[in-house]
């Protein structure tokens, strides 16, 4: 069934430095992805939503030119943590839906430390 | 507005006795209704969903979910609790008819105690 991974799972880098997570569906082509962020015993958080080959619609208070969402496949969205400070540390993960389905499959999660 | 509201943070059970973890949404067209499992450090497994077929819906594990649209709950439930489903348990509502989003309740932690 459905699989979608997320890479690197952990990452640690210095403030100021770009990150990127990559996520892919491993067996089926997902129309639409999600990103979340998620605080410690905290709920998810949606980011942002990305379509395929257009745009991505960020949430309110979410900064678009510091989160820079990439949907350039139907299997890949990326997301990159632009000029990252410690606040961005956080566990960062994405979800991806197929056409026509009420689902969406997750992947593991990547956990962002920004020293 | 869909909304989804969990109605405890943390519950704890004994192990071998039920396990009931709440959850009312609101909706204003047909919703599907998921709950999903996350354990420590660990990303998010789909327990169970409703899509507007069978009110009681079995998932994996032993667990099952009934959606009463009188009272807009999707409960979970478990008849008898393992140690291995201390976790942490969010339910989500989602309108496909509507917008894309899926909305997530603050999430339940469930302790187990031996």
């Known amino acids: 069934g459905a699989v979608v991974s997320q890479h690197p799972s952990r990452v640690i880098c210095k403030s100021g430095t770009s990150v990127k997570i990559e996520c892919r569906s491993l067996?089926?082509?997902?129309?639409?992805m999600f990103w979340y962020r998620q605080f410690p015993k905290q709920s998810l958080m949606l980011m942002a939503t990305?379509?395929?080959?257009?745009?991505?619609?960020?949430e309110q208070g979410v900064e678009k030119d510091k989160f820079l969402i990439n949907h350039a496949s139907l299997t890949l969205s990326t997301l990159t943590v632009t000029s990252a400070h410690p606040e961005d540390s956080s566990f960062y993960i994405c979800?991806?839906?197929?056409?026509?389905?009420?689902?969406?499959?997750f992947g593991p999660g990547t956990r962002l430390t920004v020293t | 507005a869909q909304s989804v509201t969990q109605l405890d943070s943390h519950v704890s059970v004994s192990e071998g006795t039920p396990v009931l973890l709440r959850c009312n949404y609101s909706s204003s067209y047909s919703p599907s209704l998921f709950w999903y499992v996350q354990h420590p450090n660990k990303g998010l497994q789909l327990l169970l969903k409703y899509t507007s077929a069978a009110t009681l819906v079995k998932g994996i594990n032993g667990f099952e979910a009934e959606f009463k649209k009188s009272e807009t709950s999707f409960h979970l439930t478990k008849p008898s609790a393992h140690m291995s489903d201390a976790a942490e348990y969010f339910c989500v509502v989602s309108d496909m008819n509507r917008d894309d989003k899926i909305i997530f309740g603050k999430g339940t932690r469930l302790h187990i105690l031996p």
């Open positions: 979800s991806a839906r197929a056409v026509k389905s009420v689902e969406q499959y």
């Open positions: 067996d089926f082509q997902a129309t639409t």
């Open positions: 990305s379509n395929e080959g257009s745009k991505a619609t960020y």
